[in-house]
């Protein structure tokens, strides 16, 4: 596999054959900027301390990243939220009305919405009844036109990860892109796949700063894969699609490693104390693994105990709709006062 993988081959023709477009600012990466005269890119001379245009590459950001998770910056690539890192992906490497993707519902809803957008086939797999990929239906519904599958892990709605000896099957199987959504890997007790990156070069991982990290307001999502990879999404990003007021943020709070992992550790043990108490509410008739800041449950009639829940001010996600997630809803983890809050409205609505 190693040997014999070459990205080029699933990089769409028009992509293959473009030139990156180059901004102003990319030319003079590498020069001591600190005392250049910039006159190159229209700017207002004044300062208002975002007047320049951002860095194109965020060189801070993923300097820190890289030192942070053990890797090379140029195996990082930054977006406007994960969202922008997944269309990205798409754009590089699905043709519209020619190739297709593979997602495993019940799973996060972007995935099936970007291949809409961009006119690319979504075949659909579900998990199994335990929420775990099934991988011969997966390998089975594969095509020389399948470009990515979408493992999510730990898994939106369902909160459970993947059992290594399913992604490792599919990385070893796949002879396409295997694309793992890790934006709640924070709050489980399993690895990263990061450290496997050497391992596969068709694995690319995204996370964000939007859950453990709490930005999502600044909207930060991260792209791990090989430098080859990152630089065919390079090629084709927007060149300022990270702007200022947000690598500023984002630098600000990677600094602070503590606090993070102490709101994570805060989170982690709300959410056990949280399952706990589920246990008792008479009309939840089951509680789901979870290994994320939410936990999924079933109850009797979830839009009905929706609505109640609504009617005393706490909004929670309704899932029934979903694949296998008949009557579930969905808990996100709040703060202690915010949970007991949650509890109370449970039992007094039982
Ligand atoms: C919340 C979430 C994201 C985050 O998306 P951003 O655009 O980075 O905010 C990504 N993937 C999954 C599965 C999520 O639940």
């Given at each position: 596999?190693?040997?014999?993988?070459?990205?080029?081959?699933?990089?769409?023709?028009?992509?293959?054959?473009?030139?990156?477009?180059?901004?102003a600012r990319d030319e003079f990466e590498g020069f001591d900027t600190t005392k250049m005269i910039f006159l190159d890119a229209n700017e207002n001379p004044y300062q208002t301390g975002v007047n320049r245009y951002p860095d194109p590459q965020q060189s801070s950001v993923k300097t820190v990243l890289a030192k942070q998770r053990n890797l090379q910056t140029n195996q990082i690539?930054?977006?406007?939220?994960?969202?922008?890192?997944?269309?990205?992906?798409?754009?590089?490497?699905?043709?519209?009305?020619?190739?297709?993707?593979?997602?495993?519902?019940?799973?996060?809803?972007?995935?099936?919405?970007?291949?809409?957008?961009n006119a690319v086939e979504n075949r659909e797999v579900l998990l199994s009844n335990d929420f775990q990929p099934e991988i011969e239906a997966?390998?089975?519904?594969?095509?020389?036109?399948?470009?990515?599958?979408?493992?999510?892990?730990?898994?939106?709605?369902?909160?459970?990860?993947?059992?290594?000896?399913?992604?490792?099957?599919?990385?070893?199987?796949?002879?396409?892109?295997?694309?793992?959504?890790?934006a709640y890997i924070d709050f489980s007790q399993k690895q990263s796949w990061l450290n496997e990156l050497d391992e596969y070069p068709n694995l690319i991982i995204t996370q964000t700063l939007s859950k453990a990290y709490g930005l999502a307001g600044i909207r930060l999502g991260i792209c791990y894969a090989s430098s080859e990879v990152i630089s065919v999404l390079n090629k084709i990003k927007p060149p300022y699609n990270v702007n200022e007021l947000t690598q500023k943020r984002a630098l600000e709070r990677l600094a602070d490693k503590e606090k993070i992992q102490f709101e994570i550790n805060s989170i982690t043990i709300q959410r056990e104390d949280l399952l706990k108490v589920l246990n008792e509410v008479k009309f939840v008739s089951k509680i789901y693994p979870t290994e994320a800041n939410f936990?999924?449950?079933?109850?009797?009639?979830?839009?009905?105990?929706?609505?109640?829940?609504?009617?005393?001010?706490i909004v929670i996600r309704n899932r029934t709709t979903q694949a296998l997630c008949e009557n579930t809803l969905r808990l996100t983890i709040g703060t202690a006062e915010e949970n007991k809050k949650l509890i109370d409205a449970l039992f007094a609505i039982s």
């Amino acid at each position: 596999m190693k040997n014999n993988f070459d990205i080029n081959t699933l990089v769409r023709e028009n992509v293959l054959k473009m030139k990156p477009y180059s901004s102003a600012r990319d030319e003079f990466e590498g020069f001591d900027t600190t005392k250049m005269i910039f006159l190159d890119a229209n700017e207002n001379p004044y300062q208002t301390g975002v007047n320049r245009y951002p860095d194109p590459q965020q060189s801070s950001v993923k300097t820190v990243l890289a030192k942070q998770r053990n890797l090379q910056t140029n195996q990082i690539l930054l977006g406007n939220g994960s969202d922008e890192v997944l269309d990205l992906l798409f754009r590089a490497f699905c043709e519209p009305k020619v190739d297709n993707i593979i997602t495993l519902p019940p799973t996060y809803g972007m995935y099936g919405v970007l291949a809409n957008i961009n006119a690319v086939e979504n075949r659909e797999v579900l998990l199994s009844n335990d929420f775990q990929p099934e991988i011969e239906a997966i390998l089975y519904a594969v095509d020389n036109d399948t470009k990515m599958i979408f493992l999510c892990s730990p898994n939106n709605p369902t909160g459970n990860s993947f059992s290594d000896k399913s992604i490792v099957t599919i990385l070893q199987n796949f002879k396409g892109l295997v694309v793992i959504d890790e934006a709640y890997i924070d709050f489980s007790q399993k690895q990263s796949w990061l450290n496997e990156l050497d391992e596969y070069p068709n694995l690319i991982i995204t996370q964000t700063l939007s859950k453990a990290y709490g930005l999502a307001g600044i909207r930060l999502g991260i792209c791990y894969a090989s430098s080859e990879v990152i630089s065919v999404l390079n090629k084709i990003k927007p060149p300022y699609n990270v702007n200022e007021l947000t690598q500023k943020r984002a630098l600000e709070r990677l600094a602070d490693k503590e606090k993070i992992q102490f709101e994570i550790n805060s989170i982690t043990i709300q959410r056990e104390d949280l399952l706990k108490v589920l246990n008792e509410v008479k009309f939840v008739s089951k509680i789901y693994p979870t290994e994320a800041n939410f936990v999924l449950i079933k109850v009797d009639d979830a839009t009905k105990r929706y609505d109640e829940l609504i009617a005393k001010g706490i909004v929670i996600r309704n899932r029934t709709t979903q694949a296998l997630c008949e009557n579930t809803l969905r808990l996100t983890i709040g703060t202690a006062e915010e949970n007991k809050k949650l509890i109370d409205a449970l039992f007094a609505i039982s």
